[in-house]
């Protein structure tokens, strides 16, 4: 019987007990003749990500040095967001695969995996259904004034003016909803509006086939097009360099009036001063945001101090089940891999988006 060594790093989100749990029972259910040495770590989960950029990574949370230290004769490595630097891949000179429980595996130095032929997998669309149900909600608590009015009743206001039309939040149905980005998430966003509230669907995507947006109810447009005509405009697309500062004063300057901003995705596809000088001067109607440039947001941000604004601790990703879907993705592959076959989502050497 093969005899593995396996380093679980989680946190409590994805807890390494949950990982080491579905891999034992992942083999014994494929009767694998293996037996795992597992060390599971738990990073914790801090007031402020990590930022790693010089060791090749966008966001990770975690001690570096531990890792390093825990990795020597590891084969499997398995995180959640622990920071996977060219140091700890060099340290690890037996790791065969690393499983990554995110949807894009930006703790990882994809670079040095993959020039050490290493097998990077990831939980693409972990975050798929939690993102769309959220971004609905968001877009109906802001359309028709569910946060203003709480907000008022709780200082003890009986808001008038939330009757008036002027104010009157419209209704969804016939409606056209811009969405930019279409991942698994802008897919599912889209078939919820079309088919829960019929709403017409343009959807902003070089990298997306024509035919496969209209299977999901959407039609392809050019990003002027979208921002002409979409009552709503939500974010779903990754931030790279192409992307960021995709949306700036000149794009908003050719939205149409009214429109409401929904960005669950990153901030920095945003201009964000633009786009606060848009709430202000009221040019944008609305907005709901679930990124921020820097996260924690300062109880000092100027956004707080606007009224058209519903702002949430990034929390559009996290949910009951998102953890054990994820984990799930992320064994199968492993499986996958130990059995001898192609894992199903290898980020480095197929891409794949969430």
């Known amino acids: ?210 035919n496969e947006i209209e299977l999901f109810g959407g039609k392809k447009v050019d990003l002027e097009t979208l921002l002409r005509n979409s009552d709503i405009i939500t974010i779903h697309a990754r931030l790279t360099p192409e992307t960021t500062g995709l949306i700036g004063e000149k794009e908003i300057a050719l939205m149409k009036k009214p429109v409401y901003l929904i960005n669950t995705a990153r901030s920095a596809i945003v201009d964000q001063k633009a786009l606060y000088k848009a709430l202000k001067e009221r040019k944008i109607t609305g907005a709901a945001l679930d990124v921020f440039d820097e996260e924690p947001l300062s109880p000092d941000s100027p956004l707080l101090k606007l009224d058209n604004v519903i702002v949430t601790p990034h929390i559009a990703w996290i949910s009951k089940e998102m953890p054990v879907r994820a984990t799930k993705k992320v064994v199968e592959d492993i499986i996958r891999f130990l059995k001898g076959e192609k894992p199903k989502y290898l980020y480095n050497y197929t891409s794949s988006s969430e």
């Open 1 to 210: 019987m093969k005899k593995i060594k396996c380093l679980i790093i989680g946190d409590e989100i994805i807890t390494p007990q949950l990982i080491q749990t579905y891999l034992e029972d992942a083999i014994k259910k494929e009767h694998l003749d293996i037996i795992f040495d597992f060390t599971l770590m738990n990073t914790g989960y801090p007031k402020k990500i990590k930022i790693y950029r010089d060791k090749g990574i966008k966001e990770a949370y975690g001690d570096e040095e531990l890792i390093i230290n825990a990795v020597k004769d590891v084969e499997i490595l398995i995180v959640h967001n622990a920071p996977v630097t060219s140091d700890v891949i060099a340290a690890g000179e037996k790791l065969k695969v690393i499983g990554v429980t995110r949807g894009g595996p930006v703790n990882v130095d994809l670079e040095a995996a993959t020039k050490r032929k290493i097998p990077v997998i990831n939980a693409v669309g972990r975050n798929s259904d939690n993102v769309a149900d959220y971004t609905v909600g968001l877009i109906i608590a802001l359309v028709r004034n569910i946060v203003k009015g709480h907000v008022s009743l709780i200082n003890g206001v009986w808001d008038w003016k939330l009757r008036e039309y002027e104010n009157a939040g419209f209704e969804l149905h016939g409606k056209t909803l811009g969405i930019i980005g279409f991942g698994q998430i802008g897919k599912r966003v889209s078939l919820r509006m079309r088919k829960g509230f019929d709403m017409n669907i343009l959807v902003y995507d070089p990298y997306v086939d024509e």
